[in-house]
């Protein structure tokens, strides 16, 4: 994630200076999924990718992302269906493997250039809006505690989240009401 191109301002005969240290190739990767559950809270639970990795990867793998469905799942407790977009990672055979090998995972693929399908999208919309708008970073490190800050505050905005569904035209299913509430 880089921040947006933006205009500044200045005193009348004043210059502004922005200083930038360096333009560097390292990029920050965020892997993100908006879970929706009838009768239950919105939820983001996202993972960041640092520009160095041990394996010298510069994003997410297939088995990134087969590790965060797993904790999604585990958070979940119940059954996944899964709105993507055609990342490539997302469609390797071992990706494809991995889903066939699980039962209670649907998948359904996105349309390629779909972004207005994705509520991802409108999450990360939100994210360069607020937390990364109108701001230098001093670095990569500076760049990804931001990312992180500005993700941990949309977690507890079920709002935001639900909103980001809503820009979707897509709804959640209507939540069926117990068998114990209807008696009372």
Not at 24 to 46: D, F, G, H, T
Not at 168 to 176: A, Q, Y
Request: include cysteine; proline fraction near 8%; charged fraction near 25%.
């Amino acid at each position: 994630m880089t921040p947006p191109a933006t205009r500044t301002w200045s005193l009348r005969g004043h210059t502004p200076v922005v200083r930038v240290r360096d333009r560097s190739r390292r990029r920050l990767s965020v892997a993100a999924l908006a879970c929706y559950k009838a009768a239950e809270s919105s939820r983001l639970i996202y993972r960041p990718c640092p520009h160095t990795r041990p394996d010298g990867r510069k994003s997410f793998s297939w088995k990134d992302y087969r590790d965060l469905i797993q904790t999604v799942h585990q958070q979940l407790d119940g059954p996944i269906v899964l709105v993507w977009d055609n990342l490539s990672p997302h469609l390797t055979a071992g990706m494809r493997r991995c889903i066939a090998d699980r039962d209670r995972l649907t998948v359904f693929q996105l349309p390629p250039y779909a972004l207005d399908l994705n509520p991802v999208e409108g999450i990360r919309s939100v994210l360069r809006r607020t937390t990364t708008a109108h701001r230098a970073f001093a670095g990569p490190d500076d760049l990804i505690a931001a990312v992180r800050r500005g993700l941990r505050r949309l977690q507890y905005r079920h709002d935001v989240l639900d909103g980001c569904l809503t820009g979707t035209r897509l709804r959640r299913r209507p939540s069926m009401t117990p068998s114990h509430i209807q008696d009372q």
